[in-house]
């Protein structure tokens, strides 16, 4: 059971976050979004956010295959496009912050594919999922032990974590 439920005790601020949820949502489409919640979540070592991410991509009907290789991206090989790892080499380069982690080299490879408003969006994005995994830790947030127990995508927003329906 979570420590506090943020979004009972701290509304306004736990609002702000949804909305900036559901803008980079909006922004990124479903599966960039959910890939980019997956692969921070792993690097953060949020198990409540790295179930819910997984289960909403294994719904959007991405391969199982794909979604166990996101902890392995780098050697993965063609399971993820060039695309796909420029995201996720980004994603690792800001959630682990520090003198070298957004490289040029990162920057320039993530630039290749996408624009400075879409590059904007995906920092925002990561930002995101990192503020989501730090509540979710903190507040010892945790996956259900079942699937009969899950809540639908909607209500997990109950839990003091995110909502993946944002």
């Not at 991509?57 to 902890?71: Q, T």
């Not at 009969?148 to 909607?154: F, G, I, K, T, W």
């Amino acid at each position: 059971m979570a420590r506090i439920s943020l979004d009972k005790v701290s509304k306004k601020g736990y609002s702000h976050v949804a909305r900036l949820d559901t803008y980079c949502r909006t922004a990124l489409g479903d599966e960039l979004y959910d890939l980019i919640k997956l692969r921070a979540s792993i690097v953060n070592g949020c198990g409540f956010c790295v179930d819910m991410h997984s289960t909403d991509l294994e719904r959007l009907g991405v391969p199982s295959r794909k979604l166990f290789a996101v902890s392995a991206w780098q050697h993965a090989g063609a399971l993820f496009d060039e695309s796909e790892r420029s995201v996720f080499a980004l994603t690792d380069a800001v959630t682990k912050l520090g003198p070298e982690t957004v490289t040029d080299e990162i920057w320039d490879e993530a630039a290749k594919h996408f624009n400075a408003e879409q590059l904007g969006d995906l920092l925002l994005a990561i930002s995101t999922i990192n503020i989501w995994n730090r509540l979710a830790i903190a507040t010892e947030t945790t996956p259900p032990v079942d699937d009969e127990s899950a809540a639908p995508a909607e209500v997990t927003a109950a839990s003091g974590a995110e909502s993946s329906a944002d």
